[in-house]
């Protein structure tokens, strides 16, 4: 049995506990859950019969687990993911990694010296319609990549403790938090980009709330990347990809793709996903979908039956520096 400490038990938290269960069958369940608000946490402790701990620094320390599982606010995660290593804790680190380069460079170290097993919550790797995306690029299915456009947009996120989302100095705001998850994946699937241009929309403070970077590969390869969170309230949360390859252009809209070859008629790819039920915790998904893909392929890699290649902590780590080197492009996370 891989026995699980989740850190934090509110939205995403409910949702990684929601996967561990889903997951059973490979042996693993939550065992111990912290957050400081108890209401959030005596639901979850009850609801899978873990033991309930005040703090995640107490969980960490005293509970008899296998696994950290960190879904705490941003600023909270080198500090909470360094203790669990020393401990001997493999760790599952939710995304944006963290912001600071002195904890990134403290992650990376502790990694090395303890040796311990750490995925980050880059999900977009693992979500059923972007990892096909990265299988027929890198088979060359459709010929060449010529060009792509990738956008993220949302109404205002007024789920977050504290607000401590819209304090950029503690979540990085809309570019670390939320444009992450595409610089991540355009990264997976091209590499980093020889060239970076950014430009940004700010609110009446200054502070980034959409932000749009143009990505140069070689001579004849642009990708786009946008996201924003200021949106209308009625707005629906909207996650797209548009792909030119030599043979065809792909479309990811309405939570479908398609494909648009230069020679023959459209149609839609059989993209089967690896879970299949409703996500009963709600958010902007109608399933554990990618949740449970990551988690899925986290807990495999714990258990020794692959390497945890897909997202590691040094990827994540250079995710957040090109989108601080976008931010520093656009004028700075806090310009007027």
């Not at 750490?118 to 979500?127: A, E, P, S, T, Y």
């Not at 065809?248 to 793709?257: E, I, Q």
């Not at 990618?290 to 988690?295: A, S």
Request: glycine share 10%; aromatic share 10%.
């Amino acid at each position: 049995m891989i026995k699980i400490g989740l850190a934090g038990c509110g939205f995403m938290g409910d949702m990684h506990a929601a996967c561990y269960r889903a997951l059973a069958e490979l042996g693993v369940q939550v065992t111990a859950v912290a957050d400081v608000r108890p209401e959030f946490a005596q639901k979850l402790a009850d609801t899978y019969g873990a033991k309930l701990y005040e703090t995640a620094e107490d969980m960490i320390e005293h509970a008899d687990v296998d696994v950290i599982d960190i879904c705490l606010p941003t600023h909270l995660h080198a500090k909470l993911a360094v203790q669990a290593m020393k401990k001997g804790r493999d760790v599952f680190l939710e995304k944006p990694v963290c912001i600071r380069e002195d904890e990134m460079e403290l992650l990376l170290a502790t990694e090395r010296e303890t040796g311990s097993k750490v995925q980050v919550g880059q999900v977009i790797r693992l979500w059923d319609e972007y990892a096909w995306l990265k299988c027929v690029t890198a088979r060359g299915e459709f010929g060449k990549f010529r060009s792509g456009v990738f956008q993220r947009l949302s109404a205002k996120p007024t789920w977050a403790s504290n607000g401590w989302l819209h304090k950029a100095e503690l979540s990085g705001g809309v570019a670390v938090d939320m444009h992450v998850h595409d610089v991540d994946f355009v990264r997976y699937l091209l590499g980093d980009p020889d060239t970076v241009q950014a430009a940004a929309s700010r609110d009446a403070d200054g502070v980034i709330q959409e932000i749009s970077a143009l990505y140069g590969y070689g001579k004849d390869v642009a990708v786009s990347v946008e996201a924003g969170w200021d949106y209308p309230a009625a707005f629906p949360f909207t996650a797209t990809y548009r792909i030119r390859f030599e043979k065809a252009a792909v479309v990811f809209a309405g939570g479908a793709v398609t494909v648009y070859p230069y020679d023959g008629e459209p149609y839609q790819p059989k993209i089967e996903p690896q879970y299949h039920g409703d996500n009963a915790v709600g958010g902007n998904i109608s399933s554990l979908g990618g949740y449970y893909n990551e988690l899925k392929y986290f807990i495999e890699g714990v258990k020794g039956e692959h390497p945890l290649e897909i997202a590691t902590l040094e990827e994540a780590v250079k995710s957040v520096r090109l989108v601080k080197k976008e931010i520093e492009t656009a004028g700075g996370l806090f310009a007027k």
